[in-house]
């Protein structure tokens, strides 16, 4: 059964990091792109990163380009967000999914397979 999982949430200061893990099961990793998700209460869903099956090409949304970092670890058939410099506007709840392809423009609409996310809050 093809299944993403999310951990790594939880409370950070301003100015700090957070990893965060999407743990792939039913699936090759490696056959596979995932992206990263966030959505704030009473906004849009956003694409946040995305790292494609090959080659790791990625993608990054410009709020968080030059903070976030995203990377893949077949061998745990695991994705990682690593999240520096954190800011009050990065809190949301962050969810994984998979697609194709990893493309510059980071639509949900183009992913499936959703996790049931993690909250991060990033407060003093």
């Known amino acids: 059964q093809l299944q993403l999982v999310e951990s790594g949430g939880g409370l950070v200061q301003p100015g700090g990091s957070l990893r965060l893990s999407c743990v792939v099961s039913?699936?090759?990793?490696?056959?596979?792109?995932i992206g990263w998700f966030r959505q704030a209460p009473g906004k849009e869903r956003e694409g946040v990163s995305c790292?494609?099956?090959?080659?790791?090409?990625?993608n990054y949304a410009d709020s968080v380009k030059g903070r976030f970092t995203i990377s893949r670890d077949n061998a745990k058939n695991t994705v990682y967000l690593d999240m520096n410099r954190v800011k009050p506007e990065d809190t949301a709840v962050y969810s994984c999914a998979k697609s194709y392809t990893c493309l510059p423009t980071i639509r949900a609409d183009e992913y499936d397979h959703w996790g049931q996310g993690t909250q991060v809050t990033v407060s003093s």
């Open positions: 790292i494609s099956s090959v080659a790791s090409l990625t």
């Open positions: 039913g699936l090759s990793l490696d056959t596979t792109a």
